[in-house]
C-alpha cells in the first residue's frame, strides 16, 4: 500500500499551485491571450496545460507549508511577477494604438470610434485597425511562442520563492513604461508630419483664399490624404512595431534578472 505523508502531498500540490499562479496572471494580462474575444475557461486549460508541462522542470521551495504566512507571501509574489511579465506585452499594443489614435487626431477621424473587443472599450477605428494588424504580425512572427518562452525562462532566472521582483526589477517596470508614449510617437510620426504639411497647405489656401469655406473643402480633402498616407505608412508602422517587439522581450529578460 503507498502511503503519503502530509508534506508530500503539500509540496506536489505547491510545484504545480505556485507555476501555475504566474502562468495564470501572466496569459491574463497578456495581449492576444487576455483578449475579452477569449473565453475564461480556455485561458485556463492553457495555463494549465503549459503549468503541467513546465512543473516537472521547475524546483518549487521546500519546507513551506501551502497553508501558511509564507506560502501566501509566495502566491503574491508569483502573481506580481506573471502581472509585470504579461503588462510589458501589453504596453506596446497600447503604443500602437495610441499612435493610431494621434493619426486619426491629426485627420479628423477621431469621431469614427468602435467597440475594442481586446480591451471592451471604445477607441477610434483607426486606432483599432492598427491594433488588428500588428496582432496579425505578432502572430505571424511567432511572438506568442517567444512570449511563452520568456515566461519559461523566467522560472531559471527568476526561482520561485520570496525573493519576487525587488526593488530594481519594479523600477525597470515603471521606467519601460515611457515605451507607450515613445513608442506611440515613433510610429505616428510620419503620419503626423505629413498630415502637419496638409493642414498647413490648407492654411495658406484660407490666406489666399478667404471667401472659401474650408470646412466644407478641407475636411474631405483631409480625410482622403490622411488615408492615402495611412496606407503609405503600414510597412513603417510594422518595421517600428518589430523593433517593440524586440525591446519588451529584452526587458522580459531582464526583468526576470537574466
Given at each position: 500500500?503507498?502511503?503519503?505523508?502530509?508534506?508530500?502531498l503539500?509540496?506536489?500540490?505547491?510545484s504545480?499551485?505556485?507555476?501555475?499562479?504566474?502562468?495564470?496572471?501572466c496569459?491574463?494580462?497578456?495581449?492576444?491571450f487576455?483578449?475579452?474575444?477569449i473565453?475564461?475557461?480556455?485561458?485556463?486549460v492553457?495555463?494549465g496545460?503549459?503549468?503541467?508541462?513546465?512543473?516537472?522542470g521547475?524546483?518549487?521551495?521546500?519546507?513551506?507549508?501551502?497553508?501558511?504566512?509564507?506560502?501566501?507571501?509566495?502566491?503574491?509574489?508569483e502573481?506580481?511577477?506573471?502581472?509585470?511579465?504579461g503588462?510589458?506585452?501589453?504596453?506596446?499594443?497600447d503604443?500602437?494604438?495610441?499612435?493610431?489614435?494621434?493619426?486619426?487626431?491629426?485627420?479628423?477621424l477621431?469621431?469614427a470610434?468602435s467597440?475594442?473587443?481586446?480591451?471592451?472599450?471604445?477607441?477610434?477605428?483607426?486606432?483599432?485597425f492598427y491594433?488588428?494588424?500588428?496582432?496579425?504580425?505578432?502572430l505571424?512572427?511567432?511572438?506568442?511562442?517567444?512570449?511563452?518562452e520568456?515566461?519559461?525562462?523566467s522560472?531559471s532566472?527568476?526561482?520561485?520563492?520570496?525573493?519576487?521582483l525587488g526593488?530594481?526589477g519594479l523600477?525597470m517596470?515603471?521606467t519601460?513604461?515611457?515605451?507607450?508614449f515613445s513608442?506611440?510617437?515613433?510610429?505616428?510620426?510620419?503620419?503626423?508630419?505629413?498630415m502637419?504639411?496638409?493642414?498647413?497647405?490648407?492654411?495658406?489656401?484660407?490666406?489666399?483664399a478667404?471667401?472659401?469655406?474650408?470646412?466644407?473643402?478641407?475636411?474631405?480633402?483631409?480625410l482622403?490624404?490622411?488615408?492615402?498616407i495611412?496606407?503609405?505608412?503600414?510597412?513603417?508602422?510594422?518595421?517600428?512595431?518589430?523593433?517593440?517587439?524586440?525591446?519588451?522581450?529584452m526587458?522580459?529578460t531582464?526583468l526576470?534578472?537574466?
Open positions: 500500500m503507498i502511503s503519503v505523508s502530509a508534506a508530500q503539500s509540496l506536489w500540490i505547491s504545480y499551485f505556485w507555476p501555475f499562479v504566474r502562468i495564470g496572471a496569459l491574463m494580462v497578456a495581449p492576444v487576455g483578449s475579452k474575444m473565453p475564461s475557461r480556455v485561458r485556463l492553457i495555463a496545460a503549459l503549468t503541467v508541462l513546465l512543473a516537472p521547475i524546483t518549487a521551495p521546500a519546507n513551506v507549508e501551502l497553508f501558511s504566512g509564507v506560502s501566501l507571501v509566495i502566491t503574491l509574489q502573481l506580481v511577477i506573471g502581472v509585470a511579465m503588462f510589458v506585452l501589453q504596453m506596446i499594443f503604443a500602437v494604438e495610441m499612435a493610431g489614435q494621434l493619426i486619426a487626431n491629426s485627420m479628423g477621431s469621431f470610434t467597440v475594442d473587443p481586446l480591451h471592451g472599450a471604445s477607441t477610434p477605428v483607426l486606432g483599432q491594433t488588428i494588424m500588428v496582432t496579425l504580425t505578432f505571424a512572427l511567432n511572438g506568442h511562442l517567444l512570449f511563452i520568456s515566461m519559461t525562462q522560472f532566472l527568476l526561482p520561485i520563492g520570496l525573493t519576487g526593488r530594481d523600477w517596470l515603471v519601460f513604461g515611457s515605451t507607450v513608442g506611440a510617437l515613433m510610429l505616428a510620426l510620419p503620419g503626423l508630419v505629413a502637419l504639411i496638409v493642414n498647413f497647405g490648407f492654411g495658406v489656401m484660407s490666406r489666399a478667404p471667401s472659401m469655406n474650408l470646412f466644407a473643402v478641407g475636411f474631405p480633402a483631409s482622403a490624404l490622411g488615408l492615402i495611412v496606407f503609405l505608412s503600414l510597412s513603417s508602422v510594422q518595421d517600428g512595431f518589430r523593433g517593440l517587439i524586440s525591446s519588451a522581450m526587458m522580459l531582464a526576470s534578472g537574466g
